[in-house]
């Protein structure tokens, strides 16, 4: 299989973010930041704007949410069009998380769980049965255009190893500096999905810069 690419649209020009995500539309998904500034220190966007840029594109749209007790919001976005949600295992108590979970698979959404980067690898395991997918962060949460920490890779080798053992089929995704020299790293890794925001919303011509990537 080939590597997917998930640009975010943190790095897009949020008054023409139309046009941003028609000019990724050979990407495999849409990757859409959701920040409450609690359980990060940055505000994004939210369920309205998700509305909108669900009429503008045909692409899978993977919400990655970054707030406190995410629980609370799941089935507003998948209401709103997403089909794929993500929710950090640090954003509130397991049973809340599992949850969050079984309220986005109620839907018929794919869900998953993400990791910040100091949290360990082993945090996934209660709710890994569960999971479409999981999600490392190779920067901490909150700003686009940060540097990638090879850290992760670490992480996501282990997530790897513990699929094939468990006999489980999650993709992989990570989200956080990745750019042409750092997918490689996570393509042998194991990763599955690249998150890239600045790498392809600050290049000059963003659908090349989204084949360069699956390309690697
Ligand atoms: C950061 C976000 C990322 C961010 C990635 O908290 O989750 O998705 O947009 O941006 P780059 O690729 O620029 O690091
Ligand atoms: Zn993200």
């Avoid at 020009?13 to 539309?25: Q, S, Y």
């Avoid at 997530?159 to 956080?176: F, I, N, Q, T």
Wanted: hydrophobic share 50%; net charge negative; glycine share 8%.
């Amino acid at each position: 299989m080939s590597v997917k690419i998930a640009p975010s649209i943190l790095s897009a020009d949020f008054a023409e973010l139309g046009t941003g995500v028609e000019a990724i539309a050979t990407a495999d998904y849409v990757h859409f930041d959701v920040m409450d500034g609690c359980f990060v220190p940055n505000i994004s966007i939210g369920i309205p704007v998700l509305q909108s840029i669900r009429k503008r594109t045909a692409l899978p749209i993977d919400v990655h949410l970054m707030i406190v007790q995410p629980e609370r919001y799941v089935d507003q976005f998948c209401d709103a069009g997403a089909d794929l949600v993500t929710c950090h295992v640090e954003a509130d108590t397991p049973e809340k998380i599992h949850l969050a979970l079984d309220k986005i698979h109620a839907k018929g959404k794919k869900a998953g769980v993400v990791l910040k980067p100091n949290t360990r690898a082993e945090a996934v395991l209660p709710f890994l049965d569960k999971c479409d997918i999981v999600l490392v962060m190779t920067v901490e949460p909150g700003f686009g255009g940060q540097k990638f920490m090879p850290s992760a890779l670490d992480k996501l080798r282990w997530l790897k190893a513990e699929r094939e053992a468990r006999g489980l089929s999650y993709l992989l995704e990570v989200d956080g500096g990745v750019d042409a020299a750092t997918a490689p790293l996570c393509v042998e890794a194991g990763a599955d999905v690249l998150v890239a925001g600045s790498a392809v919303f600050g290049a000059a011509d963003p659908a090349a810069a989204v084949g360069a990537l699956a390309s690697l």
